[in-house]
């Protein structure tokens, strides 16, 4: 965080040929509220110090004993018989006279975000609305595991009133699953609810993931000053109370315009534009570094569903890559076996067979191949690295498993056996799924496996004149882009109206009605 910080300020300096001091103010004012460490980081950056010995030099980075010393950049050019780097490291403090730092753990140090990293803390651990009133998984508050992540609450003081139930008396008096859909039709005294709904197999769409379902997304232009002003970090603190995901323009559950690039397609506008009786029903039960063993137990306290009360549902299994993606040095060590694989995708199963109402499905995404990564990308530079063209995708992965906080040691390294390796356990992985749904049975759903669309996405951009790096997240260089996520919605749909068409449920003959009766039916 320190190494970013410090290259951004002095890039910005660089670009607007002002002083150290005035580009931090320039970065303060951009930022929603005063972050008061940058303001100490300015008295040692200079053109003769890079990020990298500024941040050791404020004690923010450090090199553990017996560990290598860990750069993003190159080591600062010295003259002829210059000790280099490591001296630079070691007098930087004493040069600028700089006090320790090493209280400074993380952001929720800072007063200002103490009150809201609790609140973060507390819907990661639970995958909970923090602001639900009625108790039931459902919440008017858009971030927090709020309506960005499942349908909005129409009635946050009623437990009986959600998305995705099957309504009250035909909502003859008020909407109970919150679809927008309630009264009597003065014309014949039918409720609009059964005129409109019964019979028309609506059902919700529900998503277990890992990042890549959250939608991780650093927005480029917060770390590249030619792009930077105070507009930029307009979504700060909405990204921040959502964990940096944006579950409303993603691959699954997205409902909202993008406003992050490329366009929004899901499962769930689809299922929606199919049958506007599923408006509102979705979950997006995702999770950053979310892996297979963890599954059942986030289902057990975070999946909204009433088996008996509540309208079927598709759930789509994708955890694409956590099981063979981990920081560590022995890598290969710390995937998930093939055993393990079958042993905890069967608890979940298990799982949801016992909460999803019966006529439900379930489809399970193979693993991704992320050779993609380092062959599309490790040349490039990475949005930091562009004004100065001096910090590639592939100087990053290296900085970023130097410091163990690699999302993938064994994709995102220049060592080709390594990402070879890799990859054949990911497809190992994808082979246990493949298997579950060949032989295993459920009382309340039927189960299918797609291999993730990688390839089908690749071909699809570059037949629309696309780039194969666009697909890639930029700042992280690891998960799929906006563009990427709307692309395999098209796939995944395209699959499942050709081999599985029972899954997607009959088109609505009622649906022009409904909207022209209900317009956008109280919106998301």
Request: proline share 6%; glycine share 6%; hydrophobic share 35%.
């Amino acid at each position: 965080g320190c190494v970013l910080v410090v290259s951004v300020i002095e890039q910005l300096a660089q670009w607007h040929n002002s002083t150290v001091k005035a580009a931090t103010e320039r970065l303060c004012n951009y930022i929603p509220g005063k972050y008061q460490i940058i303001h100490h980081m300015l008295i040692c950056i200079d053109r003769e110090m890079n990020a990298d010995v500024v941040c050791h030099s404020l004690k923010l980075c450090k090199q553990d004993p017996g560990q290598p010393l860990c750069h993003l950049y190159p080591p600062p050019k010295v003259r002829k018989h210059s000790p280099g780097l490591f001296y630079a490291l070691a007098h930087a403090g004493q040069k600028r006279q700089i006090k320790s730092f090493m209280g400074f753990s993380s952001v929720c140090a800072f007063p200002l975000l103490a009150n809201l990293c609790e609140k973060i803390k507390y819907v990661i651990r639970n995958k909970l609305p923090f602001e639900d009133f009625d108790g039931d998984k459902f919440s008017t508050f858009p971030t927090l595991r709020g309506y960005h992540w499942r349908g909005r609450d129409c009635n946050d003081k009623n437990t009986t009133v959600y998305p995705g139930r099957r309504p009250d008396n035909w909502d003859v008096k008020s909407d109970s699953n919150c679809n927008g859909i309630w009264g009597v039709d003065p014309k014949d005294g039918i409720p609009y609810e059964e005129k409109f709904c019964k019979g028309a197999d609506s059902q919700g769409v529900v998503l277990l993931g890992d990042s890549a379902g959250a939608h991780f997304h650093i927005p480029p232009e917060w770390m590249t000053v030619t792009q930077m002003s105070a507009k930029s970090f307009a979504n700060l603190p909405m990204a921040f109370t959502d964990e940096l995901d944006w579950p409303q323009f993603s691959e699954i559950t997205g409902f909202l315009n993008s406003t992050i690039g490329g366009w929004t397609d899901s499962l769930y506008l689809r299922l929606r534009r199919r049958n506007r009786c599923n408006h509102r029903d979705l979950q997006n039960i995702s999770q950053n570094g979310m892996l297979s063993f963890f599954t059942a137990a986030y289902l057990s306290f975070s999946l909204a569903r009433n088996q008996l009360l509540d309208n079927p549902a598709i759930v789509i299994y994708a955890t694409i890559g956590n099981d063979v993606c981990n920081g560590n040095r022995d890598t290969l060590a710390h995937m998930t076996t093939p055993k393990e694989m079958l042993s905890n995708v069967v608890q979940a199963l298990r799982y949801l067979d016992s909460r999803l109402p019966n006529g439900s499905h379930v489809i399970l995404t193979g693993l991704v191949d992320g050779r993609f990564l380092w062959d599309n990308l490790h040349d490039r530079y990475h949005p930091l690295g562009q004004l100065n063209r001096d910090i590639t995708y592939s100087q990053l992965y290296s900085f970023l498993d130097c410091l163990q906080v690699s999302p993938c040691s064994g994709w995102l390294t220049p060592n080709e056996t390594l990402r070879n390796l890799t990859s054949e356990r990911a497809l190992q992985l994808s082979n246990v799924l493949k298997e579950i749904a060949r032989s295993e049975k459920f009382a309340n759903f039927d189960i299918f496996y797609m291999d993730f669309p990688l390839r089908q996405t690749a071909e699809e951009w570059h037949k629309m004149g696309g780039e194969p790096w666009q697909l890639i997240e930029p700042v992280d260089g690891f998960h799929p882009s906006q563009i990427a996520a709307a692309l395999g919605t098209s796939i995944t749909w395209q699959k499942a109206l050709h081999e599985w068409p029972q899954v997607l449920g009959k088109e609505n003959p009622f649906n022009d009605q409904i909207e022209a009766v209900f317009k956008d039916q109280g919106g998301h």
